[in-house]
């Protein structure tokens, strides 16, 4: 649709090989906060590697984690709907 229509697409993702496939320009955001834009290309260079994993620890210094449902969220709840 971008291409065809020239229409602006944000898409969420927590997973990176996704975001690298798919994304013309990549926000890094940690906690809410936007801390960095720009594509891919442009990461690999700046942070001199070819992963948006590591991109992401070094613009965060934080560490990958999996977020985890806890027994008040939706996800849980529509589990237990089932």
Do not use: C
Request: hydrophobic fraction near 35%.
């Amino acid at each position: 649709m971008n291409k065809e229509k020239g229409m602006t697409i944000f898409i969420t993702t927590h997973y990176m090989e996704e975001a690298e496939k798919m994304a013309d320009r990549i926000a890094i955001i940690d906690h809410g906060v936007i801390k960095e834009i720009g594509t891919f290309d442009e990461y690999k260079m700046k942070y001199d590697t070819n992963s948006l994993e590591e991109i992401f620890l070094k613009i965060t210094g934080d560490t990958i984690r999996e977020e985890k449902a806890d027994k008040n969220s939706l996800i849980h709840k529509m589990h237990k709907k089932r």
